[in-house]
């Protein structure tokens, strides 16, 4: 299933990381965020074509196939995204520019 929902490159940062369950939902959260930016609430896009980045504590946002040609039919050309956490929440925030 986690192959189905995230990339490699996710995957193996979350396994590593010393939360990895709040790790995937940052994953996940940002997936749906930048879905719902596109339009499409990922329909017609995998899961696997949009990628958050977690570097350092920094997330960004990268896309492949689908999800890549659907930002550049809506002329976006670069993400923001932040994320923050407390009591065991999670919340998200990406914009599209």
């Known amino acids: 299933m986690l192959n189905l929902l995230f990339t490699p490159r996710e995957i193996e940062l ?13 994953c996940f959260a940002a997936k749906e965020a930048v879905g719902k930016a596109l339009g499409t ?11 958050a980045n977690l570097a350092c504590g920094e997330l960004s946002i990268s896309l492949h196939g689908e999800a890549r040609i659907q930002a550049r039919m809506l002329d976006i050309r670069e993400w923001s995204a932040a994320w923050f956490h407390w009591d ?4 998200v925030h990406v914009l599209a520019q």
């Not at 065991?88 to 919340?91: A, C, M, P, S």
Request: net charge negative.
């Open 14 to 26: 979350c396994q590593s990381g010393r939360d990895p369950y709040q790790l995937y939902a940052i």
């Open 41 to 51: 609430g990922l329909a017609g896009i995998d899961w696997n074509q949009i990628e």
């Open 88 to 91: 065991g929440h999670v919340l």
